[in-house]
């Protein structure tokens, strides 16, 4: 059952009850991420995500660690390009502890300069692990020159250079001007009933009361290029992307349906002629970006020096074909069936349900039924597909970057640059 209440100031609550489970999903979802932040706060967000948990005014980070662990429970956070998140899961028994840690870790947090400078040493780590690993690296490369100029294709950890920078007042500065009543939401799901709740969060979130400015968030431009970045590794890293849809655009079925068909799947068209027939690639897939205001969709392999043309030609084949001709009906069937098949699994995890929650309060206002999914997927057809892709697909509109230890002259790209 789910029940939504706007507090005073201005923040939402929404709950879904599950009686039939033992636990509790909570989190505290604040409306802003790296594509809000301006030039020189590049990773604050994330970095604020990291603080939230080294300690308020009552509780050091060791005795907040303490308390969760007492009582069989977790606490954890994440910052996405358009939310931060602070979430944790308890017996529905501790409720009451859970929402007294959560709401003191959000709301009085001190910001220990000594706990900022260890901090900046952990963010740095993290860095430079994501810079370490191509196949995660390739797609913050890529974003950054698909949606060039707009902060939605930067990295959401920042750079070396403004984690450095980051100090107490810059962060208490930042969270009084984009942690605004009006930006959160509170969700809750599994064995709880809505009234107790509000009793037990409604206090501590009513105290909120500053009034937010972030700047106004601006639709991306899609930049289409081709790209060699030279790296001694292993393997040629490969990814390929087109205009996607965003997470509000009706055209989102199709393009989720398509994205398991192309590559998202086992049984998908790239997974089975790269990997299954031809032995080319062990990681191949093709992924579906979407944010509020814009989407990218993409493919991604990763291939020895001598199979790039190869590899390339087959992913420009299927990507023809989609836009040739129709799906086959019982290929789109299928496609439906394990979207399907992975949103009511999903749904049996009180964490996704909390998550879901909240993202349909921010992108809808309002709760999504799982039918209302099940019917639009249902009312997509070979023929909508079809129209669809051939609306964002042509061999000039695609963007192409490759990363590793290959020549741009070999495979036919004219733009070479290098890293480390």
Request: hydrophobic share 40%.
């Amino acid at each position: 059952m789910y029940q939504k209440t706007v507090l005073r100031n201005g923040i939402r609550v929404v709950t879904e009850r599950i009686p039939f489970a033992h636990s509790v999903s909570t989190g505290i979802w604040v409306n802003t991420g790296s594509r809000d932040e301006v030039e020189a706060e590049r990773g604050i967000t994330h970095f604020i995500e990291h603080m939230l948990f080294k300690g308020t005014q009552r509780r050091n980070a060791l005795d907040i660690a303490k308390e969760f662990d007492a009582v069989g429970g977790f606490a954890n956070a994440f910052t996405s390009k358009e939310h931060v998140c602070f979430h944790a899961k308890v017996l529905a028994a501790h409720l009451p502890l859970l929402t007294d840690l959560l709401t003191d870790m959000f709301l009085r947090s001190v910001f220990d300069p000594s706990e900022i400078e260890r901090e900046q040493n952990v963010v740095l780590q993290e860095i430079r692990m994501v810079e370490d690993t191509p196949d995660e690296f390739i797609h913050v490369l890529f974003q950054e020159e698909f949606w060039r100029g707009n902060p939605l294709g930067l990295p959401i950890y920042g750079s070396v250079k403004t984690v450095e920078g980051f100090g107490r007042d810059d962060m208490l500065e930042y969270i009084a001007r984009a942690f605004a009543p009006e930006r959160i939401v509170v969700s809750a799901a599994g064995n709880l009933e809505h009234r107790d709740f509000l009793d037990l969060i409604a206090p501590a979130m009513e105290t909120l009361d500053h009034s937010g400015n972030q700047p106004v968030r601006k639709a991306p431009e899609n930049y289409f290029f081709s790209r060699v970045v030279q790296k001694d590794l292993e393997q040629v890293h490969l990814t390929i992307g087109l205009h996607g849809t965003s997470q509000t655009d009706d055209t989102r079925f199709a393009s989720h349906l398509l994205n398991v068909i192309l590559g998202s799947s086992m049984s998908s068209r790239l997974f089975q002629e790269i990997r299954e027939k031809r032995g080319l690639a062990y990681s191949v897939y093709s992924f579906s970006h979407s944010h509020a205001d814009a989407g990218m969709l993409g493919v991604y392999a990763g291939i020895a020096a001598e199979n790039i043309e190869q590899v390339m030609e087959l992913i420009y084949r299927q990507l023809a074909l989609l836009a040739e001709q129709p799906i086959p009906e019982a290929e789109l069937s299928a496609a439906k069936e394990y979207i399907k098949g992975n949103m009511y699994i999903n749904a049996e995890s009180n964490d996704s349900r909390m998550n879901r929650l909240a993202k349909n309060e921010f992108l809808f206002g309002r709760y999504v039924p799982f039918e209302e999914i099940e019917k639009k997927l249902n009312a997509v057809t070979p023929k909508t597909i079809l129209s669809w892709f051939r609306e964002i697909y042509s061999p000039d509109r695609m963007a192409i970057m490759l990363y590793g230890p290959v020549d741009a002259g070999s495979v036919g790209l004219d733009s070479v640059s290098s890293v480390g």
